[in-house]
């Protein structure tokens, strides 16, 4: 199986800080990975697919580029109602895999 | 529209088995691939597997092979996850979710089911 390797596994950071996330594949999977925002007791929430599209309703705060092995989360300016935990999950072979999750919490 | 609907909660006792199942109110069931996810507490996501309804293919994740069944009853728009010889392990948060068009990922989601696995 794919192995997808989020970093950092945490982050703290204030309102209005630019947000990075990073997701490492252990092969080639073109360009087939999503990102997920899930907040405690919720289900998870698709931000984006296709490594850099934008699923529909979600703000444009968020993106996503890479390709191949390396990709990246980056919301622009975080907003309190961004502290959750992200998730990328690749698409590409089966089983499907998921990063480890990012925490991003309130500096 | 796609709204699922997961079943309510479960308490059981190691060794016994389990079918949780998650429903489409919406029309298109036939038309989509339906998968698993567990979320064991405090931890993260796991893919467990998906079916297409229509015609119950299936793909299952390894890891979760010979131990869960995941099986789809079209006719009133139901997809459903078994497990079996339950241990302690097995307590976690498990969500259905439908696949989007033309992905593998996942964009609408039940709300889950809580399993808990105790003597």
């Known amino acids: 199986a794919i192995q997808m390797t989020q970093s950092p596994s945490s982050l703290s950071a204030s309102v209005g800080d630019r947000v990075t996330i990073t997701c490492r594949a252990s092969q080639g999977i073109r360009n087939y990975l999503g990102w997920y925002q899930q907040k405690p007791g919720k289900a998870p929430k698709l931000l984006i697919y296709?490594?850099?599209r934008l699923q529909s309703g979600v703000p444009s705060r968020f993106s996503g580029s890479g390709s191949g092995t390396d990709f990246t989360l980056t919301i622009s300016s975080l907003q309190p109602e961004d502290f959750a935990t992200y998730y990328c999950?690749?698409?590409?072979?089966?089983?499907?895999?998921f990063g480890q999750g990012t925490k991003v919490e309130i500096k | 529209e796609v709204q699922l609907v997961q079943s309510g909660a479960e308490v059981k006792k190691p060794g016994e088995s389990l079918r949780i199942s998650c429903k489409d109110l919406g029309d298109d069931f036939t038309t989509y691939w339906i998968g698993w996810v567990r979320q064991m507490p405090g931890k993260g996501l796991e893919w467990m597997g998906i079916?297409?309804?229509?015609?119950?293919?299936?793909r299952y994740n390894p890891s979760f092979e010979g131990q869960i069944t995941i099986s789809a009853d079209k006719s009133i728009s139901t997809a459903y996850l078994q497990l079996s010889s339950l241990k302690a392990s097995d307590t976690a948060m498990y969500y259905c979710?439908?696949?989007?068009?033309?992905?593998?990922?996942?964009?609408?989601w039940g709300q889950g089911t809580l399993v808990t696995v105790s003597s």
């Open positions: 296709a490594a850099s």
């Open positions: 999950l690749q698409d590409d072979n089966f089983p499907r895999t």
């Open positions: 079916i297409f309804p229509d015609d119950s293919d299936t």
């Open positions: 979710a439908k696949q989007k068009d033309g992905s593998g990922l996942f964009d609408y």
